[in-house]
């Protein structure tokens, strides 16, 4: 997995930062964008462990934090539910903009009810994920109920959410109560997944049957048995990020790979488009070669000399395991250590030439195990007798073929 912070403005000009997480090994096939609960932030254990599931299948994962919330800007008294959907739209913007439209949406709790808002207004949105979200918005009056006269009273309240103190406004209350949800959930022509524990003491399970029922088909419910609202537990949040990502694929457009079909034992092969990322087929696996981002490449794979290196160190680590198996002796572990580079020739004359270089492999060995120094030398000896060694030290030839 590899990672952009990313920075981007809101309908006022104001900075929202996020986190745009993608696959180690190739490119994204889809961009998603998460969608937090009330109050959290980009970094909540759920949101990174359920982003994290997705881009293991190739999505990529922009998560946030809503206008004055974590390390965006401005001040969270002065938001609505309205600058949620806003911002979600300003995300979907940037994407569009900077890399591609996002094709889902995924949110948990109010930040799912948000998504469902943002769904309706993104044409490029093909499929939505909620996590126990409320049915409608006015659902958090819920968790304010006991600041409520407060709020009602004197136009503002401090409360207390998830251990933290917020400033809400009689403003934000408004602005939920003006929110129609049953009229977006029908106008909402989109897939639609719906997740929800049963022991869900935050947002009841009731409000999912309410999404489902009025939500349009394609739909689906997954019942989280077991889980709490916030997903603390790793296991249900991988889950729904696995679950999620498999259901997503029957509603958004996956580019199908071709296997490689070769006779050869080895198969690399490169369009004139892909820059340096290689497919390879290696006898009855497959595997992306590639050069590091420092030579233009995008590193989603070791490069031919690391491929190279890669070779010479299995082939000597099972070459000590097989010899010391067969005299029986403790080699509990080896590990084969490899640096490559091109050295000078210690004998050479005009050593400023490039043919003055040799290419060296330098080989580290970790022994672990009950092993005398005697044992440990005889071991070392052996580990120039591995067969890729002494392919790379025989005189070699290469036959090249054009085939047609």
Known sequence: ??????????????????????????????????????TGNKNFSAVVDISRALIAEGFAVLRFDFTGLGDSEGQFENT???????????????????????????????GGTAAIYAAERLENIRALATIGSPAEPDHIKHLLRNDLEEIQ????ALVNVGGRNFTIKKSFLDDLENKNYEEILQELQK???????????????????????????????????????????????????????????????????????????????????????TKMKLGKHYMTADEPK????????????????????????????????RKKWELETVE???????????????????????????????LEGNLDETQQQKLLNIAKKCPVHKTLISKTQIKTTLLK
């Open 294 to 325: 420092s030579f233009n490449g995008n590193d989603f794979g070791p490069n031919p000399y690391e491929l190279l290196s890669a070779g010479l160190a299995a082939c000597t680590a099972m070459t000590l395991q097989l010899y010391a198996k």
């Open 80 to 110: 609505d539910f309205s600058h949620n959907i806003d911002d979600l739209v300003a995300a979907s913007d940037f994407l569009s903009e900077n890399y591609k439209p996002p094709t889902m949406l995924i949110g948990h709790s109010l």
């Open 191 to 277: 897939p639609i997944l719906i997740f929800h524990s049963p022991q869900d003491e935050i947002v009841s399970i009731s409000n999912a049957e309410k999404l489902y029922k009025i939500a349009h088909h394609p739909k689906g419910f997954i019942s989280l048995d077991g889980a709490d609202h916030l997903l603390t537990n790793e296991k249900d949040a991988i889950y729904v990020g696995k679950v999620c990502a498999s259901w997503a694929m029957r509603y958004l457009e996956i580019p199908h790979e071709e296997k490689l079909q070769s006779k050869h034992e080895v198969m690399a092969s490169l369009n004139q488009t892909d820059g340096f990322t």
């Open 336 to 366: 084969v250590h490899i640096n490559y580079g091109r050295e000078h020739t210690l004998d050479c004359k005009e050593c400023s030439e490039e043919s003055a270089k040799i290419d060296t492999f330098g080989l580290f060995i970790k």
């Open 153 to 156: 009273e004197s136009g503002k």
């Open 1 to 38: 997995m590899s990672f952009e912070k990313v920075v981007f403005l809101n309908k006022n000009n104001q900075e929202l930062e996020g986190r745009l997480e993608l696959p180690a090994n190739r490119l994204p096939h889809n961009y998603v964008i998460f969608a937090h609960c009330f």
